[in-house]
């Protein structure tokens, strides 16, 4: 998986995720953009993904599309409308795009032997794609991705003031349990 932090200008929603979907399909990755307020950390969407992945392989996705699915996981929620609220919207946006290689585009293809340092090439082409079409930077594993707004996340995954009092753990990690808990819950 790779993250992208970037500023994005949208200026027609509909045509943005179509042009996301595309540059996905060219290179055989996945790709979802993040309001950034609503991203804890790169764990966080580490977490997503892989959920996701697990409850397609099983058959259980609420989302026909992968990048939906994570971005299902990533928000903590079943139903897709609750969920977008975490997307990007129309206007500048601080966002951070997830680019992971699709497993689906190498078993409906001739890529079914790639390795994973070739995924990785593919995520990596991907995201040079989406560079030249925003404002954007790519985001080395080591380099943590800045927290999102404390309120918002708060609010978001409804943490109050008194769990995050009657625990030490992080607000990161609070919502790496919200996404967690969607497995359980479903």
Not at 147 to 162: P, Q
Not at 170 to 179: C, K
Request: charged share 35%; net charge negative; glycine share 4%.
């Amino acid at each position: 998986m790779e993250v992208l932090a970037c500023t994005l200008e949208v200026d027609d929603l509909d045509a943005f995720v179509a042009r996301l979907g595309e540059i996905g399909d060219d290179h055989g990755v996945t790709i979802q953009a993040f309001d950034a307020r609503y991203v804890a950390d790169r764990d966080h969407l580490e977490r997503a993904v892989e959920l996701a992945d697990r409850a397609i392989d099983r058959g259980e996705n609420v989302a026909r599309d992968r990048a939906v699915e994570i971005l299902l996981y990533a928000a903590g929620r079943r139903q897709i409308d609750r969920a977008l609220e975490m997307g990007v919207s129309e206007g500048e946006t601080d966002a951070v795009v997830v680019v992971d290689a699709d497993p689906a585009a190498s078993e409906n293809d001739d890529t079914t032997d790639l390795t994973d340092d070739q995924r990785e090439t593919a995520a990596l082409d991907a995201i040079a794609a989406l560079e030249a079409v925003s404002d954007a930077s790519s985001l080395e594993d080591d380099q943590p991705l800045e927290s999102g707004d404390e309120a918002v996340l708060c609010a978001f995954f409804e943490i109050t003031a008194a769990e995050r009092e009657a625990t030490d753990a992080t607000l990161a990690a609070l919502v790496r349990e919200r996404v967690a808990l969607l497995e359980v819950e479903k």
